[in-house]
């Protein structure tokens, strides 16, 4: 693109002489798998600068590095013009890093003001707490964030989302900050407490700090940044000034231009296959709008659901398979209305369910492969209750010739075996229930290049072999090179539907975010 | 033959290395036993005699019964604490069908076993039923069962005891074969059956998969609420039955019987190495952990310990197991 010509290539550090905070070649690997491939990255004091990038680009980790929760294989980072090499999040505190993660890190039962000041209790003599300052500290706090109308002494549990949100900012800033990084702060956020968290930012920036922004919503980053730092494939490929860019530029930087074509590879588009799973307005207990989602998944088809982290992917896999019942709406196997109650249900009529965490859903580790592969088919290796071990060992070992499974004994823990091959032990572990539709959530997640590959072919195999395949991935090159219509989900909702001949990460990822746009606009 | 085909075949020699790995885990606590019963056999003039081996598998039997049904509970990562109350109201139960005036002994004593099993079930069930439907942890179910069974075993008897049972019953309770008691090889009998099911049926493995990963094994399809509720049923059953045996050992069905058998037969799940968080573990590994605590409890008083002491050591058997086992797991991992 010719953009990128014109932006500064990549990121020179040395350069930037005003910068607070430096990082330049940051690279983490956790096992296998690479999560940041060299970040660069320059903070200014004063500045908001967002951090924007698709699932898996590296956000987390880099902001992890940041608090010294994982240290960093390579790379230089400096903090004033001195190095900075934090070992504990206690490291980061004290050098005035304060962050504010994704997840809550409130402690429920306390209150408001015990939750702001934990780190640095106020106390009396005898080690007894001194609820007084307590209490007076944490108002100031509060107040100085906005928060007035909050009794610093309820529970945290008493307080809604948002709330718990703005407690957690002002529990960060209670420390003496240089840097604040806020990731996804405005994701529990309704469209005022954002204002208010906007007006909070801007206060803070008059005020010297540096703030890290990290959002997927673009008109977030639009609306309150100063500068935006692209993310892709655990490496930085662009910073700029808000002002010199445009929510295309940042799209297509995220999605990197060259990949799609070479993946593309030729595929039939087969979706002649008789009507094998159609929803009508299932709604999982999570989604908030009733509509729910309504589709069609053909035999033979590779039908790819996309969107962002928490746009509820699986959710909806899991109210197919009845992992979580759904609350209305309607499910048809080849056009017969089903009501399954438990997974059980959603097997014995041809279903199998691929789950996106192997190690908390998908596997036993601690048993042997054999066991693993039979888990959800004992039936099929026992007889009047007993298992068969012969017969249960001959199928996984038919099974694990199929899935090409890597592996020394049938009797083997499912631990020892690499992360390409548990998986590889899930899929068998379906086959051997010979489903007609089979749900995968992040079917190659933590698997190295070659069983990627691997499981590609198998998959393709299934599809040609006549299976409905329903395919959750946050990587939109393996849904493009898999699947013959990509369904992309927004808010729980069906945001638009993308035939194969469209196919463009562009337009997959326009239509994820269109409702983040559209919202933005009112 | 089919079967010999599989065994040339080199997933068939890794299935017996695998067998071999789980016996050799279960050896590492035979041979503690081995030198346990050395140590005494050397160090005191008594513990090696017809009588005393008698009189330790005698008193080996009750908690080795309640420690099976410990071990299915355990496996699927639950724990029962009102088997020592349970116990007791079965035995009095028991006791008092098997009293009741003007019935023929025989039927007496087979309505006292029946009734004695089915109150044990019910508790089970009670126990199961509460914890799987309501996600109640079995800890908390079972101390609340545990105050119910002591508080309707005082309330049936109005807190006195039962006895003068039939004598062929009580002479039952005594009768040994070649010194062993005929109570303890009924006990081995149940050791048996529960090994066979827990090893080689599908009721089994499921089990073993809920302790390991309950949420893999939902979504494998498989009815979670049924097992957990089987499991303590067993359980309950197994109370049922270690209360017949209490009564014929004994003579007598008490409501004050049975205090602390829960923690004894935790203790010999535990150091028979089954897995306090569910999923690992055998119940021969539980025969042997009952037999290390009996024949720890019968030497020390030999040598003179006082009961005291006794109790002292066995707690620390109890923190050492589970740290030996500790190092067990490295080593099967390696």
């Known amino acids: 693109m010719e953009n990128n010509q014109t932006m500064p290539d990549g990121i020179r550090p040395s350069a930037d002489a005003e910068a607070l905070l430096h990082l330049s070649g940051v690279r983490k690997r956790f096992g296998g798998v690479v ?20 699932n898996g ?77 307590l209490y007076a500290k944490a108002r100031k706090a509060l107040d100085a964030i906005g928060l007035a109308d909050v009794d610093v002494r309820r529970p945290v549990e008493s307080l809604g989302v ?15 900050s240089r840097i604040l990084i806020l990731d996804e702060p405005t994701a529990t956020l309704t469209e005022r407490e954002t204002q208010r968290l906007f007006t909070i930012i801007a206060g803070l920036r008059a005020k010297g700090v540096a703030i890290v922004f990290v959002s997927h919503h673009l008109q977030e980053v639009f609306a309150i940044c100063d500068r935006v730092t692209v993310l892709r494939n655990g490496a ?51 989604s908030p709008f009733a509509e729910g989602v309504s589709f069609d998944l053909h035999y033979g088809e590779m039908l790819g659901i996309a969107g962002l982290v928490g746009s509820g992917r699986t959710e909806l896999l899991r109210s197919i398979f009845a992992a979580d019942v759904a609350v209305s709406g309607e499910l048809q196997r080849e056009g017969a209305p089903r009501s399954y109650r438990n997974p059980g249900d959603a097997i014995a009529d041809g279903i199998g369910f691929v789950t996106e965490d192997r190690k908390e859903e998908g596997l036993i580790l601690s048993m042997p492969i054999a066991a693993n592969v039979t888990l959800a088919s004992l039936k099929d290796v026992s007889r009047l209750g007993l298992v068969d071990k012969n017969k249960e060992s001959r199928l996984t070992q038919k099974l694990g010739g199929e899935v090409r499974l890597k592996y020394g004994s049938p009797r083997d823990a499912a631990s020892t075996l690499s992360g390409g091959n548990q998986q590889k032990v899930v899929l068998a572990k379906w086959l051997a229930n010979k489903p007609r539709v089979l749900l995968l959530d992040e079917p190659t997640r933590g698997v190295d290049v070659g069983a990627k590959a691997e499981i590609y072919a198998l998959l393709r195999g299934l599809a040609e072999q006549g299976l409905a395949l329903l395919i959750v991935s946050s990587e939109l090159p393996e849904l493009i090179t898999l699947c013959d219509r990509i369904l992309v989900m927004s808010k729980h909702r069906i945001a638009g539907e993308v035939a194969r001949k469209d196919f463009s990460e562009e337009h997959i990822l326009n239509l994820a975010y269109k409702d983040e746009r559209r919202h933005g606009q009112h | 033959m089919d079967s010999t085909d599989i065994d040339r075949s080199p997933a068939g020699r890794a299935d017996f290395a695998a067998v071999s790995k789980t016996v050799l885990r279960e050896a590492g606590i035979g041979l503690a036993l081995v030198v346990l019963i050395i140590v005494f056999s050397v160090t005191t003039q008594h513990f090696l005699t017809a009588s005393n081996i008698t009189n330790i598998l005698t008193q080996v039997t009750i908690n080795l019964v309640l420690s099976i049904g410990m071990t299915f509970v355990i496996l699927i990562g639950g724990i029962d604490l009102s088997v020592g109350s349970v116990l007791s109201f079965c035995a009095v139960v028991a006791g008092t069908v098997m ?61 006195s005891t039962i006895y003068s049972f039939p004598a062929a019953f009580n002479a039952f309770g005594s009768r040994t074969i070649y010194g062993v008691p005929v109570l303890f090889l009924i006990a081995l009998l149940l050791v048996a059956i529960a090994w066979f099911v827990l090893a080689k049926t599908v009721f089994g493995r499921v089990l073993y998969g809920i302790g390991n990963n309950e949420e893999a094994a939902r979504l494998a399809g498989h009815n979670i609420f049924f097992y957990k509720i089987a ?68 030497g020390l008083i030999l040598l003179g310990l006082s009961d005291f002491m006794r109790q002292m050591i066995t707690g620390f058997v109890i923190i050492l197991a589970v740290i030996l086992d500790k190092y067990r797991e490295r080593l099967t991992k390696a």
């Open chain 1, 57 to 133: 680009a590296g956000k987390s980790t880099l902001i992890k590095i940041l608090c010294g929760i994982v240290q960093r294989d390579a790379g230089e980072i400096e903090l004033a013009g001195a190095p900075y090499d934090p070992h504990a999040p206690g490291d980061a505190k004290s050098a005035g890093i304060q962050v504010v993660h994704q997840e809550f890190n409130l402690l429920p039962y306390l209150s408001v003001a015990e939750n702001i000041c934990f780190e640095d209790m106020p106390r009396k003599h005898f080690g007894m707490v001194d609820y007084t300052s």
């Open chain 1, 236 to 286: 930085s490929v662009m910073t700029a000034d808000i002002a010199a860019t445009t929510p295309e530029q940042l799209v297509s930087n995220m999605v990197g231009r060259q990949l799609a074509a070479a993946m593309a590879a030729e595929k039939t588009v087969d979706t002649g296959g008789k009507t094998a799973l159609s929803l009508r307005n299932l709604r999982h207990p999570a």
């Open chain 1, 162 to 176: 948002a709330h718990r949100q703005l407690v957690e900012i002002a529990r960060a800033l209670m420390g003496e």
């Open chain 2, 99 to 159: 009293t009741l005036p003007g019935l023929d002994p025989a039927l007496a004593v087979t309505l006292a076993v029946i009734s004695a099993v089915i109150a044990g079930i019910g508790f089970g069930l009670f126990n199961g039923f509460i914890s799987a439907y309501w996600a109640i942890p079995s800890f908390i179910v079972t101390l609340g069962t545990l105050n119910i069974a002591r508080g309707a075993a005082l309330q049936v008897t109005n807190a």
């Open chain 1, 35 to 54: 999560a940041l491939d060299g970040v660069s990255f320059a903070l200014r004091a004063g500045e908001v600068h967002a951090l924007v990038g698709e």
């Open chain 2, 231 to 298: 499991a303590f049923t067993i359980c309950g059953a197994l109370v049922g039955i270690g209360a017949i045996i209490y009564m014929a050992r004994l003579n007598i069905a008490s409501p004050i019987i049975g205090i602390g058998f829960e923690l004894n037969a935790i203790a010999a799940v535990i150091i028979g190495g089954t897995s306090l968080s569910g999923g690992r573990g055998s119940v021969v590994g539980t025969l042997l952990g009952a037999c290390i605590i009996g024949v720890l409890a019968n």
